[in-house]
């Protein structure tokens, strides 16, 4: 039983560049999370999506960022105009569809690396 | 508005010794709570959670805390580190299932041989 697969879990883009991030759920999950750490910071809520729906965008920058979770294939985060302080890892999580405790399951995380 | 405050961004303890970190919640209504760890360049793993069941619960790794509704707290302990337990923890609170959870600060473990 695979868990929450992202990638690429390294990334290294000039400024000015696209990056787009995915988030594979675990299986019978149809919540996915974003979430931001920058260095020696905890980690920040981004977006909340359901299948073909954003819940929750108010962790969002409100330019160049946004989210996707499409009724088929992974979720997807993309930055466009990646600028230096995007540099941080970003972790997607999922839930099931009946979660009643509010648990979490993480992905291993994808670094971005602006030049 | 719901939040998490965690004492203490580095706490150092000799191996054997035991292990206290702090945590601090502000909800308005009975949240769900969580500690979570991060090993280096890796995700975060569930370490236990609390939901409204015993207040005192135990994890996985020897680690568990306790549910003061009182002092608003769930602080993380375990009697006797090990090395292996070297690496960030986090404290998490969500107060409706199927919704985000709002992490603190972070507290990164050293432990001492």
């Known amino acids: 039983n695979a868990g929450v697969m992202q990638n690429p879990r390294h990334l290294v883009r000039r400024r000015g560049q696209e990056a787009r991030l995915r988030c594979s759920p675990m299986?019978?999950?149809?919540?996915v999370y974003w979430y931001r750490q920058l260095p020696e910071e905890g980690l920040k809520f981004m977006v909340y999506?359901?299948?073909?729906?954003?819940?929750?965008e108010s962790g969002m920058p409100k330019e160049r960022f946004s989210a996707e979770f499409p009724k088929e294939g992974p979720s997807i985060l993309r930055i466009q105009q990646v600028v230096r302080g995007d540099s941080a890892a970003y972790f997607c999580?999922?839930?099931?569809?009946?979660?009643?405790?509010?648990?979490?399951?993480f992905g291993e995380g994808s670094r971005l690396t602006v030049l | 508005a719901q939040s998490v405050t965690q004492l203490g961004s580095h706490v150092s303890v000799s191996e054997g010794a035991l292990v206290l970190l702090r945590c601090n919640y502000s909800?308005?209504?009975?949240?769900?709570l969580f500690w979570y760890v991060q090993y280096p360049n890796q995700g975060l793993q569930l370490l236990l959670k609390y939901t409204s069941a015993a207040t005192l619960v135990k994890g996985i790794n020897g680690f568990e805390a306790e549910f003061k509704k009182s002092e608003t707290s769930f602080h993380l302990t375990k009697p006797s580190a090990h090395m292996s337990d070297a690496a960030e923890y986090f404290c998490?609170?969500?107060?409706?299932?199927?919704?985000?959870?709002?992490f603190g600060q972070g507290t990164e473990l050293s432990v001492k041989p």
């Open positions: 999580a999922s839930s099931p569809s009946d979660a009643n405790t509010g648990e979490l399951f």
């Open positions: 909800s308005s209504v009975p949240p769900y």
């Open positions: 999506l359901q299948k073909e729906n954003i819940i929750d």
């Open positions: 299986k019978g999950h149809s919540h």
């Open positions: 998490a609170v969500s107060v409706s299932s199927g919704g985000k959870l709002i």
